[in-house]
């Protein structure tokens, strides 16, 4: 990252055309790029307070102000609104470079704000996650955190560590006038913060899935009415859908929420033995995107029964992740041993989603705590601290040896909420963002 006390400029709404865009110039010189840009600067700019003006540019819009500690940022700042034409938003943005600021890096908006102590790492991330949210319950879910969710419950965590941590270094220091170590009340504290720890680390598949979507891969024979219960599923007609065999010859993905939970359908090229080049490589993609799913549906016709290919196919599926399911039982019933469904009824479509759900059970998934992919070796350092230090009370062993553990703990949590983070783990972090964020 650049110098953090240049003034900075970019736009914060998405690029391309539309009504509206907004650009935010934060710094020290905020005010004074505006004024420079802006003629109708208010000669004492109030925070919260708008005020409408022609730019230097010829656009018009309004000047709405932040002063030092009131927005995004925690700096002095202004967010600039005009036409959301790319050619005006240009012009806007060289002008205030042009005053004095110097376009912003990705995140960097998000990086002042974590640095100005107006988020921890945690609602940084979270920040992005809203940002990419394609589903409620990843959005619900992304509030949460950004709400302060996580890093209350890290912070409850770190307390208690150094609660402990305070008590034992109290009793080597003053064992004399302290009397004997409370071991019983102190080992039920690090047993307690053991178990928030494992909690935490516990939901750290459900947020992946959560943050990632549920992966469902689409496979069978040619004409096993993959597209079309992908189609029925997404209620438009996403894939193509024809009688010929091979309509489909490359993955296509989409999403899905079910009851909350976020699914990303992979429809694939039906599986068959072709010398056809394009053909080939399609479904060596979709064995590439069976492997690596979280649920395999294995679709077959209940017109046609079960074929020789479908054993193959069968055969080269993990068995724990798929799901037979027999379609088009609008004209003949389904096996009992299977799931069937007909995209031109709708029939079983409900029954399918419920299995899902039933699969992936949990009790809200807007509710779950996101854990992050970086998150989970920190909180399993952590777990690694407390368990040492809970070992060196238990033990007949000098006690000061038992905050080695607890430093280690209270460093990995410090490293999540980003109080004892390195610079180079910032950077890689706001590195991720988008620009305007």
Not at 92 to 101: F, N, P, S, Y
Not at 176 to 186: A, D, Y
Not at 211 to 220: F, K, P, Q, S
Not at 238 to 258: K, M, N, P, S, Y
């Amino acid at each position: 990252m650049a110098s953090p006390f240049d003034t900075i400029v970019a736009p914060i709404t998405p690029p391309g055309r539309g009504a509206v865009a907004w650009i935010r110039v934060s710094g020290e010189h905020a005010f004074q790029v505006a004024a420079q840009v802006f003629p109708a600067w208010p000669e004492q700019p109030e925070s919260f307070r708008a005020t409408y003006g022609r730019y230097v540019t010829g656009d018009d819009g309004l000047a709405l102000v932040f002063a030092d500690g009131h927005g995004f940022t925690g700096e002095p700042a202004v967010e600039l609104s005009l036409h959301g034409s790319p050619i005006s938003v240009s012009a806007l943005v060289q002008a205030c470079l042009d005053a004095g600021a110097r376009l912003a890096e990705p995140g960097e908006f998000s990086l002042r704000a974590f640095l100005n102590g107006k988020l921890d790492l945690t609602q940084a991330e979270a920040v992005r996650d809203t940002v990419e949210a394609l589903t409620e319950s990843q959005l619900r879910a992304a509030h949460h955190v950004r709400a302060g969710r996580l890093v209350q419950r890290l912070r409850e965590l770190r307390e208690r560590l150094y609660g402990v941590l305070a008590t034992l270094e109290a009793h080597v220091d003053f064992s004399e006038e302290l009397g004997e170590f409370p071991r019983r009340e102190q080992d039920a504290q690090l047993k307690s913060v053991a178990r928030g720890l494992q909690e935490l680390l516990a939901q750290g598949a459900a947020s992946r899935i959560l943050r990632e979507g549920l992966t469902i891969a689409l496979v069978g024979l040619p004409n096993a009415g993959k597209s079309s219960l992908m189609n029925a599923l997404l209620g438009t007609e996403r894939a193509i859908v024809t009688e010929i065999a091979g309509t489909t010859r490359d993955t296509l993905q989409e999403w899905l929420e079910i009851e909350g939970l976020p699914c990303r359908l992979i429809d694939t090229a039906g599986l068959q033995e072709t010398d056809d080049v394009v053909e080939k490589i399609g479904i060596e993609r979709t064995w590439q995107a069976a492997q690596s799913a979280d649920l395999i549906w294995h679709l077959f016709d209940v017109t046609l029964g079960w074929q020789p290919g479908n054993d193959l196919i069968q055969k080269g599926l993990p068995a724990e992740r798929t799901v037979l399911i027999g379609t088009k039982i609008d004209q003949i019933p389904a096996p009992d041993s299977v799931l069937g469904v007909s995209s031109l009824t709708g029939q079983g479509l409900a029954l399918l989603k419920k299995s899902v759900v039933d699969r992936f059970a949990t009790a809200d998934w807007s509710s779950t705590t996101q854990i992050q992919a970086r998150h989970e070796p920190l909180l399993r350092r952590a777990l690694e601290g407390v368990a040492v230090a809970a070992e060196a009370l238990s033990q007949d062993i000098p006690m000061d040896l038992a905050s080695v553990g607890l430093y280690q703990a209270l460093q990995s949590l410090g490293e999540i909420t980003g109080e004892t983070a390195h610079e180079d783990v910032l950077n890689e972090i706001f590195s991720r963002f988008c620009l305007g964020k």
